[in-house]
T-cell receptor, first 111, second 112 residues
Framework: QKEVEQDPGPLSVPEGAIVSLNCTYS??????FMWYRQYSRKGPELLMY????GNKEDGRFTAQVDKSSKYISLFIRDSQPSDSATYLC???????????FGQGTTLQVKP | SQTIHQWPATLVQPVGSPLSLECTVE??????LYWYRQAAGRGLQLLFY??????ISSEVPQNLSASRPQDRQFILSSKKLLLSDSGFYLC???????????FGQGTRLTVV
């Protein structure tokens, strides 16, 4: 079993839709969680970072962490064509600094 | 502000040739540095990480090596490239062990 599982998609939605991206993990030692956006042929760009269970909001993006269920989500409200990219979840243990990534979900937002 | 530079952006190398990819970070001191590889349609695999000069850990046995000649410089090398070394290589840095990672723009390596 992989430490982090992420549905690869692709996911296609109309402009303005609410998008839900999800990852599950198996190792309860993970303590901090991130979401990255990666455009084609570019490096990943950090979107959200959170250290605790609950919700964290930043503009149209909301990151949700449920440590009891080992489940994290990224919600995108009012999705735009510019949101079309691959979204990667990542998580780490505080004593190592190493991140484990999901395989990424490819999102297409159609105008 | 901190910036990370990675070059070259694209590289095509024949099998058996050497490799040297360079990464530098500006605007911070004593960063933790990382090399990742991303295969097509897959997530990132950690190859090496370094918490300081002469402190480099390898995560995956492979045909590659890493060095950190200066505090903010991280180099990925190979003496003889294999076809399986093709991929998208990303350098990243963190300020500490439990903080956000910031990535360079990557090097797309094709071994032919």
């Amino acid at each position: 079993q992989k430490e982090v599982e992420q549905d690869p998609g692709p996911l296609s939605v109309p402009e303005g839709a609410i998008v839900s991206l999800n990852c599950t993990y198996s190792n309860s030692a993970f303590q901090y969680f991130m979401w990255y956006r990666q455009y084609s042929r570019k490096g990943p760009e950090l979107l959200m970072y959170t250290y605790s269970s609950g919700n964290k909001e930043d503009g149209r993006f909301t990151a949700q962490v449920d440590k009891s269920s080992k489940y994290i989500s990224l919600f995108i409200r009012d999705s735009q064509p510019s949101d079309s990219a691959t979204y990667l979840c990542a998580m780490g243990k505080s004593n190592t600094g190493k991140l484990i990534f999901g395989q990424g979900t490819t999102l297409q937002v159609k105008p | 502000s901190q910036t990370i530079h990675q070059w070259p952006a694209t590289l095509v190398q024949p099998v058996g040739s050497p490799l040297s990819l360079e990464c530098t970070v500006e605007g911070t001191s004593n960063p933790n540095l990382y090399w990742y590889r991303q295969a097509a349609g897959r997530g990132l695999q950690l190859l090496f990480y370094s918490i300081g000069i002469d402190q480099i850990s390898s995560e995956v046995p492979q045909n590659l090596s890493a060095s950190r000649p200066q505090d903010r410089q991280f180099i990925l090398s190979s003496k003889k490239l294999l076809l399986s070394d093709s991929g998208f290589y990303l350098c990243a840095w963190t300020e500490d062990r439990a903080t956000e990672a910031f990535f360079g723009q990557g090097t797309r390596l094709t071994v032919v």
